[in-house]
C-alpha cells in the first residue's frame, strides 16, 4: 500500500515542477512588463523599410518601431558622448577627446578649416604704393621740351610753369628740371600766403591742394614751402607767360591786394591816370604781381615810396605811395610775395595803392590783364 502511494505522487511531481515553473515565468514576465512600462525609457526609432516604400506610395512613413531597452546606464553614456560632441563642434575644440575612463581616444578631432598652424605669421597685406609728386630730370643732349613731357605723360605747360621756363626752346645740356608727375602747379609759398588765396588764384579747390600735399594742417603754410597744385595748367601758362606768341600782353597778372577800386585807368580830373588805385588802411601787404627783379625800391616824386619790378619781355610793374617797402633794388621776387606795405605818400589823397603795368615803355589797362 506504502509502495503505491509512493509511485502516484512520483507520478504527479514532474507535473507540478512543470506548473511552479510556469507560474514563476508568469510572474517574472509581468513583473518586467511593470518595470519596462513604469520606469524604463522607451524609445522610437524611424522604420526605415517604410521610408524605403513610402516613396514609392507605400505606407506611412511616420509609422513606428517600438523598441524597449531598460538598460539606462546605456543610454546615459550615449547621452554624454553626445553631449560632448557637440559640445566640441560649437566651440570648435580640436585635439585629442578623453573618454570616460581617463584613456586617450586612438582618433583625434580634424584641426578647422580656417585655422593657421602655429608659428607661421599671417601674411600681412601690403602698403598701397605712393607714387611720388615731384621729380628731377637732367636735360641730355638732343632732348626738347616735348620729349621730356612726353615721357613722363603731362603737358609742356607742366614743365615750364615749375622751371620757371619763360623761353620753353632754350633748354641746356645738364640743366635740372623739376618734374611735377600729375598735371599742375609747383607753388612756392610766399608771406602772408593762404590756402584759400592759392587755390582761388589757380582756380582750383583747396581739398585738391590739401588732399595732394598731404596737408595735416592746411592754416600752417611756410614761407618757401612747395605746393604741388593739381589740375591747374591752363593757369600755369598764363602765370609765366605774361606775353603771348603774338607779342601782346596776356591775362597773366595776380592782384597787388585786395582792395575797393577808388580809381581806374584813364581820363582823370583832365589829366591821365596812368594806373589802377585800390582803397586799402595803410599797412596791408602789397604784393608782386609776377615773377621778376626789382629795379627801383625808394621814394620817386608825385609817386612816393615806389616799387618798380622787372618782368622781362619789355614788362614791368609799378606800385606807389607805400608806408614801407620790403625790398631793395636788384631783389629777385615771386608773384604773390609781399614787396611793400601800402600808405599815403606822394601826391596821394587817401591811403591806398596806385598800380601800373607798363609794356614796351607804354601804361596800359592793368583791369585787362589782372587775373579775376
Not at 148 to 157: E, K, L, N, P, V
Not at 347 to 356: K, L
Request: without cysteine; glycine residues 10%.
Amino acid at each position: 500500500m506504502g509502495r503505491l502511494e509512493d509511485n502516484k505522487s512520483s507520478r504527479w511531481r514532474p507535473a507540478w515542477t512543470l506548473l511552479l515553473l510556469l507560474l514563476f515565468v508568469t510572474l517574472t514576465v509581468t513583473d518586467e512588463y511593470s518595470q519596462l512600462t513604469s520606469d524604463s525609457p522607451v524609445y522610437f526609432t524611424w522604420n526605415q523599410e517604410l521610408l524605403s516604400l513610402s516613396d514609392q506610395g507605400g505606407p506611412d512613413p511616420f509609422d513606428l518601431e517600438f523598441t524597449g531597452e531598460s538598460n539606462s546606464s546605456e543610454y546615459e553614456g550615449l547621452a554624454l558622448a553626445v553631449a560632448d560632441e557637440v559640445a566640441q563642434v560649437a566651440l570648435g575644440v580640436t585635439g585629442t577627446v578623453i573618454s570616460e575612463e581617463g584613456e586617450d581616444d586612438a582618433t583625434p578631432s580634424p584641426p578647422a578649416a580656417e585655422s593657421v598652424a602655429l608659428g607661421e605669421p599671417a601674411e600681412k597685406p601690403k602698403a598701397p604704393e605712393v607714387k611720388p609728386l615731384v621729380l628731377t630730370h637732367i636735360v641730355e643732349a638732343g632732348q626738347t621740351l616735348w620729349d621730356i613731357a612726353r615721357f613722363y605723360g603731362i603737358d609742356i605747360d607742366t614743365v615750364a610753369a615749375a622751371n620757371e621756363l619763360h623761353d620753353p626752346q632754350r633748354l641746356q645740356v645738364g640743366q635740372s628740371l623739376t618734374i611735377l608727375t600729375v598735371k599742375g602747379v609747383l607753388h612756392t609759398v610766399g608771406a602772408g600766403d593762404n590756402l584759400w588765396d592759392i587755390a582761388r588764384s589757380y582756380q582750383v579747390k583747396t581739398q585738391d591742394i590739401v588732399e595732394a600735399n598731404l596737408l595735416m594742417d592746411p592754416s600752417a603754410l611756410r614761407v618757401g614751402q612747395k605746393l604741388v597744385i593739381p589740375g591747374a595748367q591752363a593757369v600755369a601758362a598764363q602765370r609765366y607767360q605774361l606775353v603771348g606768341s603774338n607779342g601782346q600782353l596776356r591775362r597773366a597778372f595776380a592782384w597787388p591786394t585786395k582792395g575797393r577800386i577808388s580809381s581806374r585807368y584813364g581820363s582823370r580830373w583832365g589829366r591821365m591816370h596812368y594806373g589802377l588805385d585800390l582803397a586799402v588802411s595803410t599797412g596791408t601787404p602789397v604784393r608782386a604781381a609776377a615773377d621778376g627783379r626789382v629795379t627801383w625800391s625808394g621814394s620817386r616824386g608825385t609817386y612816393g615810396n615806389l616799387v618798380i619790378i622787372d618782368h622781362g619781355t619789355s614788362v614791368e610793374t609799378r606800385y606807389a605811395h607805400n608806408s614801407r617797402l620790403a625790398v631793395k633794388s636788384g631783389d629777385q621776387v615771386k608773384r604773390g610775395q609781399i614787396i611793400a606795405y601800402s600808405g599815403n605818400t606822394g601826391r596821394s589823397t587817401g591811403p591806398h595803392v596806385h598800380f601800373e603795368i607798363r609794356h614796351r615803355g607804354k601804361a596800359v589797362d592793368p583791369e585787362k590783364y589782372l587775373i579775376r
